[in-house]
């Protein structure tokens, strides 16, 4: 299987904002989607790269979070919009556009510096992140009726569920950026559909199809050597929208086999044509 889309995080590139540009990669045409870094310059990043020949259609922009916050300048957010054709023509309940939103959530840091701002319920990252895929979803609502699906693809630094970690019972891990329990319970808001709450509903496209899948992880510190030991954190997620079918999502996995960095990628296959 060949991939028709990958998304990059952290590539640290020295561009300025964002843009979308393309090219040419073993024979095939990739259009190639970027947000860079206004803060400081080689540091974070994300970039979302497609074949041209199979969605044409396609666009790709930064998506706003927080501008005012210097987290909302570190080129973290990408936005790849596909019209749904089929959707659109049917009209009704079908959907018209997919969102696939390429994220790289700000860490809370060795001392935890950022945690504050990142679990504010109103004010912090991951508020206003669930604010921006509000948005999104409304924005396709507006433009293209009756709406679309939002994808959430990316390193969301946190390590959801006891599952999610090798170590839950260390009393430590409770004060260990992306395991404090304030960013495990504002991490979870993006799945929860709890009435009162701030939750999106949205769904764990792993967790759909492997729900009691142990060990599978997607990051491990090269300092303290972990990964021969699977010792390891559940960091990066896809998220697929509430109103999106189940069957839509065929395959997830995390492809641990592949080396070259402390994550690993994470795999999506998505039947387009059930989210139609």
Request: glycine share 12%; aromatic share 6%.
């Amino acid at each position: 299987m060949e991939a028709e889309l990958v998304a990059l995080l952290g590539g640290e590139g020295g561009g300025e904002g964002g843009g979308e540009g393309g090219g040419e990669e073993g024979g095939a045409a990739w259009q190639v989607g970027w947000a860079c870094s206004t803060a400081r310059k080689g540091y974070a990043g994300v970039a979302t790269a497609w074949r041209a020949a199979r969605f044409p259609a396609a666009t790709c922009a930064p998506l706003l979070v927080d501008e005012a916050h210097v987290a909302g300048q570190e080129g973290r957010t990408l936005a790849w919009r596909l019209p749904l054709r089929r959707g659109a023509a049917r009209g009704g309940a079908a959907a018209s556009r997919l969102s696939l939103i390429n994220v790289y959530t700000p860490n809370a840091g060795a001392k935890l510096e950022r945690l504050a701002y990142r679990v504010h319920p109103t004010e912090g990252w991951d508020a206003r992140f669930r604010s921006a895929l509000r948005s999104e979803a409304a924005a396709a609502a507006a433009a293209d009726a009756p709406g679309g699906h939002v994808c959430v693809g990316g390193d969301l630094n946190v390590a959801v569920e006891d599952i999610d970690f090798y170590n839950p019972a260390a009393r430590h891990v409770a004060k260990q950026a992306g395991l404090t329990p304030e960013e495990r319970a504002s991490a979870r808001l993006l799945t929860s559909a709890a009435p009162g709450t701030d939750g999106l509903g949205m769904r764990d496209c792993f967790r759909l199809r492997h729900p009691h899948a142990a060990g599978q992880y997607t990051y491990w510190s090269q300092r303290a050597r972990n990964r021969p030991l699977n010792r390891g954190l559940r960091l990066d997620y896809f998220l697929l929208s509430s109103g999106a079918p189940p069957a839509a999502v065929l395959e997830a996995q995390h492809l641990q086999q592949l080396l070259g960095s402390d994550h690993a990628p994470v795999l999506l296959e998505l039947d387009l044509a059930q989210l139609e």
